[in-house]
């Protein structure tokens, strides 16, 4: 195997977390108030931190509040929106609970609005039947209740 291939030469530096995501010139990214919140207070932790893991996520979050775009909570209309949060009841019985925000946010029952879910809960009503195809076919739900 040819030299060009390997790293013998030079030792390959660790990779810690995210890598920096910093949004295009003029692009920026939709966040929840509370994310927001969340993200200046990690970033004012991490700005006392010496060691190179605490810089390193110092840059990612600083890269992230620089293209912050607040969004405003939606109203209380029972449309779905950015930052609304929407218990769905599926076809097998289960029910879910689902907020959508951005997505340096999703984690949990907070999911990105990029996501093809939330995409298809975008601007459906309380009370509406959406489908989603997922790995196993397609699942039914229903919007029991949009907050």
């Known amino acids: 195997m040819s030299k060009a291939f390997t790293s013998e030469e030079t030792e390959d530096a660790p990779v810690l977390g995210r890598p920096v995501q910093r949004a295009a010139r003029g692009q920026e990214r939709p966040m929840t108030p509370e994310g927001y919140r969340a993200l200046v207070a990690e ?29 405003t909570p939606p109203p209380r209309d029972g449309t779905v929106r950015f930052g609304s949060t929407v218990t769905l009841a599926w076809d097998d019985g289960r029910e879910q609970v689902v907020r959508l925000v951005g997505v340096d946010e999703a984690e949990g029952k907070n999911i990105s609005v990029e996501s093809p879910l939330a995409r298809t809960l975008l601007e459906q009503r309380e009370g509406d039947e959406v489908e989603v195809t997922r790995p196993r076919g397609v699942a039914t739900a229903r919007l029991v209740r949009v907050e």
Do not use: I, Y
């Open 43 to 71: 970033r004012e932790r991490l700005l006392g931190g010496k060691t190179d893991e605490l810089k390193h996520r110092l840059a990612v979050v600083s890269a992230m509040l620089e293209s912050v775009r607040l969004v």
